[in-house]
């Protein structure tokens, strides 16, 4: 069993930046691959980044890439959601979850544990 806990979401005007982390508890953090998916009002729940359990390999949205950055420390057992140059269309409601697939999971259906989510909200 893994607790996941989000922290750091807020509001933000466009084009600024926010970090979000997700504290893990419970079993082996480092025996998880990470996502972080975002969830709009009236939206499916959608994939922002993924990271293996080692860290060594990412994958990103097409929406996101070049502007998130995924990263884990699992000494801390937290991963990381770096967002630059936010755009009102990023709001949602960003939830981490944990996969005990090894390495990169990108369907929702693939991780097992989920978090209460985070509300970043991106003003125009």
């Known amino acids: 069993q893994v607790q996941l806990v989000e922290s750091g979401g807020g509001l933000v005007q466009a084009g600024g930046s926010l970090r979000l982390s997700c504290a893990a508890s419970?079993?082996?953090?480092?025996?998880?691959?990470m996502g972080w998916f975002r969830q709009a009002p009236g939206k499916e729940r959608e994939l922002v980044a993924a990271?293996?359990?080692?860290?060594?390999?990412?994958y990103y949205a097409d929406s996101v890439k070049g502007r998130f950055t995924i990263s884990r420390d699992n000494a801390k057992n937290t991963v990381y959601l770096q967002m630059n140059s936010l755009k009102p269309e990023d709001t949602a409601v960003y939830y981490c979850?944990?996969?005990?697939?090894?390495?990169?999971?990108?369907?929702?259906?693939?991780?097992?544990?989920w978090g209460q989510g985070t509300q970043v909200t991106v003003s125009s």
């Open positions: 979850a944990a996969t005990n697939i090894p390495n990169i999971a990108t369907r929702k259906d693939d991780y097992d544990y």
């Open positions: 990271i293996s359990w080692s860290g060594g390999n990412t």
């Open positions: 419970g079993r082996t953090f480092s025996l998880y691959a």
